[in-house]
């Protein structure tokens, strides 16, 4: 019974994808503290059964540095970041009443791994949950400014959205 349920949820939600529009989002992240430097991302968002909500693919691709004090001095490591994972957005638009349509306002969860690699002691593979509350103003109908704040290994995001 569960199966059914979920394949035709799958179904609907596939019927739904062809009515709506899609985006794609382009980032830019900075890592502060102890590990410095910052990620580019690119999200692909498809909407799922209703407007409020959408899913798709992410991919991320960095470069950081790590450093520690030692008697000598401080030593750095530097390292490559390699991010994929899926991204879900629900948009809270219709709790705000009489929103200006130019803006969205939306929680943003994303999962996947991490990867750090280069002459960093911690480089592997890591699970990378993130939980970010953001904003995107449209100032055209395809074109949209991007930001999203909260915990994730970087913590804010601001680039532009496309919408396809």
Do not use: C
């Not at 470069?63 to 390292?79: A, C, S």
């Not at 904003?135 to 999203?148: D, I, Q, V």
């Amino acid at each position: 019974m569960r199966r059914l349920v979920l394949i035709l949820g799958l179904f609907i939600g596939a019927l739904g994808i062809q009515a709506q529009e899609s985006q794609l989002n382009f980032y830019l992240g900075p890592s502060f503290g102890t590990y410095q430097g910052g990620v580019f991302n690119v999200d692909y968002e498809i909407p799922i059964l209703d407007d409020n909500l959408t899913i798709g693919p992410s991919l991320g691709l960095g470069m950081g540095r790590y450093g520690y004090l030692t008697e000598t001095g401080v030593i750095y490591h530097n390292y490559m970041i390699f991010n994929p994972g899926v991204v879900g957005h629900y948009y809270f638009d219709w709790l705000i009443p009489d929103m200006d349509e130019r803006f969205d306002v939306f929680a943003k969860a994303k999962a996947g791994i991490r990867y750090a690699g280069g002459n960093y002691v911690y480089s592997g593979l890591r699970i990378d949950l993130n939980l970010q509350a953001g904003g995107r103003w449209h100032f055209s109908s395809k074109g949209s400014l991007y930001l999203a704040i909260g915990y994730a290994w970087a913590p804010m995001n601001l680039g532009v959205s496309v919408r396809l």
